[in-house]
């Protein structure tokens, strides 16, 4: 019977345990889901407001009774997912693992007009028929870099170019282009002080080794500046003229991933573009973007780490620091650590 009683103790204790957890990770989620979010920013497209491995603080309560603003910085889902067409299933994606989180300054709200213009060779945005003064933008010019050591990628090209040629017929010449269209993929372009050396970078830590010098073919981009020295840039300030994505027309809305396009908003609709115009995918490639996709406003930085790597695992600090221990804490910008977002 002493056994049996103590049996039923444990079990007991152990439903308690359950129980105590449920509910903590119960109320863990709802905090998450409606009280506050931490992001880390994956791309460059709010640079040199938001830099690449820095953590911020969102505030996703306030947004629930009062919209975003002008000028905001806020977080929302990614436009372009696929969500399922089962309801429960499309709760799980949007509240608890599916899009990634994106990050874009509000320039548009609903009701209003945007429009793209290019004036003296330079982009402009003007709203409801007021040019905007967007002391925000990206000053900076945009240096190609390689994102991994350029040896390695071109053996990995070639290896992945010789893989893909066992399988089709074609001579020595198709494996290069094929491995020249794979490099593409792994050119990253940073921001960049023209005035200070690779080892000074205020943004980015800069090796030498990967800038690049030749670009592939397959990779031209309109408005990238050649140095004298035969480095990439994208100058700032440069309009976005010619696209590879096609044009969609809304009525008299339209746009088609350039700096040249004109939107009346409806209800609940914004319009999201990045600090960094040069390299922001937003809404001049995807149109105008829903309220129920926006769900917080980015308002603090915790910290900054200058972590680059396109490795999903590398973006966890921790697994950065086990991997590198030394190196770790000479990527930190210690400069940039516990301030307010604009």
């Known amino acids: 019977m002493a056994g049996m009683r103590k049996q039923r103790q ?21 905090i998450r889901t409606f009280g506050f979010g931490l992001y880390q920013v994956p791309t460059g497209s709010m640079e040199t407001t938001m830099l690449v491995g820095e953590r911020f603080f969102a505030d996703k309560f306030t947004i629930l009774y009062n919209k975003p603003q002008h000028g905001e910085i806020i977080s929302f889902n990614d436009p372009l997912f696929k969500y399922s067409s089962n309801y429960f299933r499309r709760l799980f994606e949007e509240y608890v693992y599916g899009p990634m989180n994106w990050t874009k300054r509000v320039i ?14 330079k982009p402009v945005v003007y709203r409801n028929g007021q040019k905007l003064d967007e002391p ?17 990628l071109h053996e990995w090209a070639l290896h992945e170019a010789l893989t893909y040629m066992r399988y089709q017929e074609g001579a020595q010449e198709e494996v290069e282009k094929i491995a020249s269209r ?17 080892n000074q970078q205020p943004f980015y830590r800069v090796s030498e080794k990967r800038v690049i010098h030749v670009i592939p073919q397959d990779c031209a981009e309109q408005g990238v500046t050649v140095t004298p020295d035969g480095r990439l ?4 300030g440069v309009a976005i003229t010619v696209s590879d994505f096609p044009k969609v027309q809304r009525g008299a809305s339209y746009w088609n991933g ?18 960094n115009r040069r390299g922001s995918h937003d ?10 996709l926006i769900h917080g406003k980015i308002i603090f930085r915790i910290w900054s780490l200058d972590s680059s ?34």
């Not at 794979?182 to 690779?198: E, G, M």
């Open 108 to 121: 548009g709200m609903p009701g209003d007009t945007i429009k793209g213009v290019v004036e003296n060779g």
């Open 182 to 198: 794979l490099l593409c993929s792994k050119i990253d372009f940073r921001s960049y002080d023209p005035h200070a050396p690779y």
């Open 10 to 30: 444990a079990n007991a204790g152990f439903l308690a345990t359950v129980k105590e957890l449920v509910v903590l990770l119960l109320i863990v989620f709802i």
């Open 136 to 152: 925000y933008l990206n000053k900076y010019p945009l240096l190609a870099i390689w994102v991994e050591d350029p040896e390695k």
């Open 233 to 236: 840039l994208k100058e700032p």
């Open 258 to 275: 350039t700096d040249e396009f004109y939107v009346e908003l409806g209800d609940n609709e914004y319009w999201l573009m990045g600090d």
């Open 309 to 342: 790597s396109k490795s999903w695992l590398d973006s966890w600090w921790i697994i950065d620091l086990i991997k590198h221990p030394i190196d770790f804490w000479s990527r930190l910008r210690w400069s940039r650590f516990f301030q307010r977002v604009h």
């Open 283 to 292: 809404c001049r490639v995807f149109g105008p973007v829903p309220q129920r």
